[in-house]
């Protein structure tokens, strides 16, 4: 039970350092919350046999490391949104050419009355 936590707080303590420093940076905080748990579980349970090992210690200086970045990036990054103007251009001017495409199509050719719906 004891290396099997501690293999799942590893696993969660990588992903959670690798999430860390993505962009998606707020994502790191549900494998860092999985990696604590198992981690403070398997420390338990090596402490009560009386062997500690260093990996579990290790597992917790990568979680630590993993929420201290994204601790930073969520207070330090902004995200600003400047000139939408050119984005709305961009958009009037995309719908204007799919309305000139439609316009374009020969639809009245088509007879519906043909075709045979059976239910």
Same mark, same amino acid.
């Given at each position: 039970?004891?290396?099997?936590?501690?293999? !799942?707080?590893?696993?969660?303590?990588? %992903?959670?350092? $690798? !999430?860390?420093? =993505?962009? =998606?940076?707020?994502?790191?905080?549900?494998?860092?919350? $999985?990696?604590?748990?198992?981690?403070?579980?398997? @420390?338990?349970?090596?402490?009560?046999?009386?062997?500690?090992?260093?990996?579990?210690? @290790?597992? @917790? !200086?990568?979680?630590?490391?993993? %929420?201290?970045?994204?601790?930073?990036?969520?207070?330090?990054?902004?995200?600003?949104?400047?000139?939408?103007?050119?984005?709305?251009?961009?958009?009037?001017?995309?719908?204007?050419?799919?309305?000139?495409? %439609?316009?374009?199509?020969?639809?009245?050719?088509?007879?519906?009355?043909?075709?045979?719906?059976?239910?």
């Amino acid at each position: 039970m004891k290396n099997i936590l501690t293999i !799942l707080a590893i696993i969660a303590s990588v %992903l959670a350092v $690798i !999430l860390a420093v =993505l962009p =998606l940076s707020n994502l790191a905080i549900i494998p860092s919350i $999985i990696a604590l748990v198992c981690g403070l579980i398997a @420390f338990y349970l090596s402490k009560k046999t009386g062997e500690v090992k260093k990996i579990i210690q @290790f597992t @917790f !200086l990568l979680t630590i490391i993993a %929420l201290a970045i994204t601790t930073y990036k969520s207070l330090y990054n902004t995200n600003e949104v400047t000139n939408t103007e050119t984005l709305e251009n961009k958009e009037i001017k995309s719908e204007e050419e799919a309305i000139e495409e %439609l316009n374009e199509l020969d639809i009245d050719d088509i007879e519906i009355e043909d075709i045979n719906i059976e239910e």
